[in-house]
Nanobody, 126 residues
Framework: QVQLVESGGGLVQAGGSLTLSCAAS????????MGWFRQAPGKEREFVAA????????YYLDSVKGRFTISRDNAKNTLYLQMNSLKPEDTAVYYC???????????????????WGQGTQVTVSS
């Protein structure tokens, strides 16, 4: 069993920044592939970013490249998402997720992830 708890969401003006955190417990964090996803009202859950166990392999949604940075601190069992130059279209509930399967590289598919946090709301005003 894995517990994931997101924090750091909030209301920010367009062009602003937020840093999301995801605290993990229950199993050895360094053994998980990790990802961030988001879901806006009336839309499907969308891949945002993913990171390998050692942090070397990273993938981003095209629309967040250059603005968002995913990172992890395995010593602190924590995943991060630094979000800069935020836009109103980034408004969504953001979720972190863990993949404890046998993949070598992180996935962009929500169905490949085993455990999810409860989500944190990010609202960007124009």
């Amino acid at each position: 069993q894995v517990q994931l708890v997101e924090s750091g969401g909030g209301l920010v003006q367009a062009g602003g920044s937020l840093t999301l955190s995801c605290a993990a417990s229950g199993r050895t964090f360094s053994r998980y592939l990790m990802g961030w996803f988001r879901q806006a009202p009336g839309k499907e859950r969308e891949f945002v970013a993913a990171i390998s166990r050692n942090g070397v392999t990273i993938y981003y949604l095209d629309s967040v490249k250059g603005r968002f940075t995913i990172s992890r601190d395995n010593a602190k069992n924590t995943l991060y998402l630094q979000m800069n130059s935020l836009k109103p279209e980034d408004t969504a509930v953001y979720y972190c997720a863990s993949d404890f399967g046998g993949r070598n590289f992180p996935s962009r598919k929500p169905t490949d992830y085993d455990y999810w946090g409860q989500g944190t709301q990010v609202t960007v005003s124009s």
